[in-house]
Antibody
Framework: EVQLLESGGGLVQPGGSLRLSCGVS????????MSWVRQAPGKGLEWVST????????YYADSVKGRFTISRDNSKNTLYLQMNSLSPDDTAVYYC??????????????????WGQGTLVTVSS | EIVLTQSPGTLSLSPGERATLSCRAS???????LVWYQHKPGQAPRRLIY???SRAPGIPDRFSGSGSGTDFTLTISRLEPEDFAVYYC??????????FGQGTRVEIK
């Protein structure tokens, strides 16, 4: 059974930092791209960042570029999101999500077949 | 960036009724790379349909997807009590970034 479990959320002051983790089981972590998606209170889903299976390439939404860093430790089956310079606009539930793999062309398929239940990040003074 | 617009915002229906949800893209979605998710409060989103019309493993056949280009539809043929939730479409044909619609809430009438 595929499982994704986020941790590390909490209350942080504006300008502060937080690191989220996502531990996974039930699939070969090292062969799939992984992503973070967030949902602000009362809002819809917003893609945040993606890291390819090897960790050699990363992608970010414009709203977090330069402030957030995605990484992974394939030996520990864990995905991370380092969040710096946080603002109230970053308040959201953060989900980690497993990518589905690649198309026959070799292109990464940018959608998700399994998600965690999320961890809440609140940025407030 | 492709913008997805879902309608209606809220759909009020009774169990047993048919639900039709729309997702319109600001430009054509390459290869009809569109996915639908179901999301209930406090739970992980659940993939229902991918590539516009392919049902994900384990998804009941009352869920179906259709459409191409810029217009896509998710249909729930007969609503079950567990189907009342928020539904999101997401395109992955022009990524990054993958983009989501704003969601349609299906509520009990």
């Amino acid at each position: 059974e595929v499982q994704l479990l986020e941790s590390g959320g909490g209350l942080v002051q504006p300008g502060g930092s937080l690191r989220l983790s996502c531990g996974v089981s039930g699939f070969t972590f090292s062969t799939f791209a992984m992503s973070w998606v967030r949902q602000a209170p009362g809002k819809g889903l917003e893609w945040v960042s993606t890291i390819v299976a090897s960790g050699t390439s990363t992608y970010y939404a414009d709203s977090v570029k330069g402030r957030f860093t995605i990484s992974r430790d394939n030996s520990k089956n864990t995905l991370y999101l380092q969040m710096n310079s946080l603002s109230p606009d970053d308040t959201a539930v953060y989900y980690c999500a497993k990518g589905v793999g690649y198309a026959s062309s070799g292109a990464l398929l940018w959608y998700f077949d399994y998600w965690g239940q999320g961890t809440l990040v609140t940025v407030s003074s | 960036e492709i913008v997805l617009t879902q309608s209606p915002g809220t759909l009020s229906l009774s169990p047993g009724e048919r639900a039709t949800l729309s997702c319109r893209a600001s430009q054509s979605v390459s290869s009809n790379y569109l996915v639908w998710y179901q999301h209930k409060p406090g739970q992980a989103p659940r993939r229902l349909i991918y590539a516009a019309s392919s049902r994900a493993p384990g998804i009941p056949d009352r869920f179906s997807g259709s459409g191409s280009g810029t217009d896509f539809t998710l249909t729930i043929s007969r609503l079950e009590p567990e189907d009342f939730a928020v539904y999101y479409c997401q395109q992955y044909g022009s990524s990054p970034p993958p983009t989501f619609g704003q969601g349609t809430r299906v509520e009990i009438k």
